[in-house]
């Protein structure tokens, strides 16, 4: 078989995956008229989402993770380092981590979109970098191309299901190799970091979330001075130990949340003061209140 006709078999496949997600889109597009939120099944590593808005509908904020969205119908405004951008139905976009953005509709027909978000370290691990590598930035946040579109629709065209260990490791592969390709590493970060001692302290604050951590702590289990440490930590995980941490304490609360928790019970639970003081890190790690957000989600949003 040539060449042509295996890039024609490839960009077939683009197509048939693009017009699944988007038939199913549009179908929900005209059916429902307000904002929501859809959640497909936990998994280790990753995060998927459907998202439909009219007008604006996150506020500026920030996560830890990678943003890599398609969008299916209408147009997706953001502002992103300083700039407006726009998002049409089959492009990409790459939101890098720790970097501020909001997001919205564009036009009054309204939007909707899939998005997946992976963890920076996941990236690391699959691009094989021993630990003195930055990482990927794509410095041009929508994206048009046909082989990034492939494994990221692949991803999100059955977001009702778990893809299941096999399917997300191949999947997590892909989509690293699709940032290396457009970013590179950030050569500003390049450094010898002890990467085993950094896992080590991201595992502690994931099972220490709930408590008060001591920069302390850190110092000693990594061996690192305090400022070494939040360089070199942020080169693998994309963000401070204090936002890494605050992150973990966010995801808590969503659980919760889920489960019918109360405002002020998850805030306790997951390990923040008070109600207050969630909800200021919520608003800026996610762009909408713990409220809005539970609203949104209400029975899995879209179903």
């Avoid at 991201?202 to 690192?224: C, I, P, W, Y």
């Avoid at 890494?244 to 949340?257: A, G, N």
């Amino acid at each position: 078989m040539g060449e042509n006709s295996t890039r024609g078999i490839r960009e077939t496949k683009v197509c048939k995956n693009l017009e699944a997600i988007e038939a199913d889109g549009l179908e929900r597009l005209c059916g429902e008229r307000t904002d929501a939120i859809r959640m497909a099944p936990a998994e280790e590593g990753v995060e998927r989402i459907e998202a439909r808005f009219r007008g604006n509908g996150f506020n500026p904020h920030r996560h830890d993770t990678y943003a890599i969205g398609l969008t299916l119908n209408g147009v997706q405004t953001f502002r992103y380092r300083g700039e407006a951008r726009a998002s049409l139905p089959g492009q990409i976009i790459v939101i890098h981590p720790d970097e501020l953005h909001d997001g919205g509709a564009g036009t009054e027909r309204g939007l909707r979109y899939r998005m997946i978000y992976i963890q920076p370290e996941d990236v690391q691990t699959a691009l094989g970098h021993s630990g003195t590598m930055g990482l990927p930035f794509v410095d041009t946040p929508v994206l048009a191309d046909p082989v990034f579109r492939r494994s990221l629709s692949e991803g999100l065209e059955d977001i009702d299901h778990e893809m299941g260990e096999l399917k997300r490791s191949h999947l997590l592969a892909e989509l690293s190799q699709c940032l290396s390709k457009f970013g590179g590493s950030d050569l500003g970060n390049r450094q010898a970091i002890d990467l085993p001692s950094l896992r080590n302290c991201a595992e502690f604050l994931r099972e220490s979330h709930k408590e008060q951590v001591r920069v302390g702590d850190l110092e000693g289990m990594t061996n690192l001075d305090r400022f070494t440490l939040s360089r070199q930590f942020k080169t693998v995980f994309g963000t401070s130990p204090h936002r890494y941490l605050v992150m973990r304490r966010l995801e808590t609360v969503k659980r919760l949340l889920v489960l019918g928790k109360t405002l002020v019970e998850a805030a306790v639970e997951s390990g923040f003061s008070d109600q207050s003081h969630m909800t200021r890190h919520f608003k800026r790690a996610f762009g909408m209140t713990p409220g809005m957000w539970r609203q949104l989600t209400a029975t899995n949003g879209l179903s």
